[in-house]
């Protein structure tokens, strides 16, 4: 059964690395940190979801989806030391 993720465990590991790093932006920005963790909750409940059956349905498109998932976390990296660095 886990076979079927095995292509996508860098989007996970480093998909997990950004959401910590969004979050803690949330913090230092002054939200409050039990709806920041409410939030969180509720967006890796879905994400669990879309991506349990996302990946039965999509397997073909491993390599599209690796790439999308990449440039997105790549992206959003660079969001994040650019908001940090340049507007403390």
Known sequence: MLEQYLPFVGLIIFGNIENLVLSSQGVVAGVNPVKLGIASIICVSLWLMIGTFGTQLL??????????????????G???????????
Do not use: K, P
């Open 59 to 76: 397997i073909n498109y491993v390599d599209f989806i690796n790439f999308i998932g990449g440039f997105a976390i790549f992206v959003l």
């Open 78 to 88: 660079l969001q994040a030391m650019y908001e940090s660095v340049f507007h403390n």
